[in-house]
């Protein structure tokens, strides 16, 4: 297996969907619970698209592949993601 | 959250390159103009985008080495001996050439120059490129927060931005650059080469109980390694801050 990388790499991808900067989101892994930050996740990015695996437990947090004119993000790891935004 | 605030698609800008500078006999930094470019945050990278006319395309994540706020961007891109984009970004691309760029992104790994804490900034070869951007953020602000810079390099002629770290240690006493050369010292250095070790971070870094803010970034083994070691100093987890490169997503 290949020497993964950080959630860092995948920062513009997801911005890219969401609109906003999910590096600093707080992801939580549905296999063993750990929470952090979705920078500090492990990334594989040799694969068709990127993997981001929990650093607690290694399982698939999610993954997400971009095509031409479309993304898609397979979230089923993730049991919760929790972003902190201002009201207004 | 400045930026949180401006929702919008994240999109591919064109920049065009208007200088660039070698830095060492690998390594160029490349200084593009960005119609509309937001500013960054000390820390944040780029996506850069390369389409060959075939249609073929590939992106990399490249972090950027100048300070924040500034107009134009700058990059510093090490060449891989076996990389597809490095080599055409640090000795094709020339003056007034375009590629597409998408960022800032990431507001993880930032320095925020009005916070108060110490900083200690853990480099792994050309993972120096995001802390330099927090290193000239702290001397363009005018903040004196305490900085101390621990440089993993293979040897002297691999050292980026030398001179200028020399300078700003010169005219500064609050900070502090600390070179580990890993396979040649330069003359009249007395640490033997190696790799940063528990013992050479106690020494040249803040120790835990002062809770400074720590930024690791090189290849994966260096961060793993250098973040385990803090750890087991007693830094708080949540204190170090990493980021990892490696040839296939991101590269500094």
Redesign the interface.
């Known amino acids: 297996m290949?020497?993964?990388?950080?959630?860092?790499?995948m920062?513009?991808?997801l911005?890219?969907l969401f609109?906003?900067?999910v590096?600093?989101a707080v992801v939580e892994c549905a296999g063993c619970g750990h929470s952090g930050?979705?920078?500090?996740v492990v990334?594989y990015?040799?694969a068709p698209g990127?993997v981001a695996r929990c650093p607690g437990c290694t399982d698939v947090l999610f993954r997400l592949v971009r095509a031409p004119g479309r993304v898609w993000l397979d979230m089923r790891g993730s049991l919760c993601l929790r972003v902190d935004?201002?009201d207004a | 959250?400045a930026?949180?605030?401006v929702?919008?698609?994240?999109?591919w800008r064109v920049g065009t390159l208007v200088a660039f500078r070698d830095e060492t006999e690998f390594a160029r930094t490349l200084v593009f103009s960005i119609p509309d470019w937001p500013g960054h945050d000390a820390g944040q990278?780029?996506?850069v985008r390369l389409t060959a006319p075939d249609g073929y395309s590939t992106q990399r994540?490249y972090s950027i080495a100048s300070a924040a706020g500034g107009d134009l961007v700058e990059l510093t891109v090490e060449r891989l001996a076996d990389g597809e984009v490095s080599p055409y970004l640090s000795q094709v691309l020339s003056i007034g050439d375009q590629i597409e760029l998408?960022?800032p992104?990431?507001?993880?790994?930032v320095w925020d120059p009005s916070l108060a804490a110490q900083v200690l900034l853990v480099a792994g070869g050309s993972g120096v490129v995001p802390l330099m951007s927090m290193v000239r953020t702290r001397a363009k602000f005018g903040s004196h927060v305490p900085f101390r810079l621990v440089y993993s390099v293979r040897d002297p002629g691999s050292v980026l931005f030398g001179a200028e770290l020399a300078e700003l240690q010169r005219v500064d006493s609050s900070f502090e650059v600390h070179y580990a050369f890993t396979r040649t010292t330069p003359a009249g250095v007395a640490r033997p080469a190696g790799r940063i070790d528990a013992t050479y971070l106690a020494d040249a870094g803040f120790s835990a109980g002062l809770a400074p803010a720590v930024f690791v970034c090189g290849?994966?083994?260096f961060v793993e390694t250098v973040a385990n070691l803090l750890v087991a100093a007693g830094h708080d987890a949540g204190r170090v801050?990493?980021?990892?490169?490696?040839p296939?997503?991101?590269q500094r």
């Open positions: 290949s020497i993964p990388l950080d959630g860092n790499v920062v513009g991808a911005e890219e609109s906003f900067d590096s600093v930050a979705v920078a500090a990334v990015t040799d990127m935004m201002p | 959250m930026r949180a605030a929702l919008g698609r994240l999109t990278h780029v996506d994540s998408r960022g992104v990431g507001g993880w790994f290849p994966t083994g801050k990493t980021e990892r490169f490696g296939s997503g991101s």
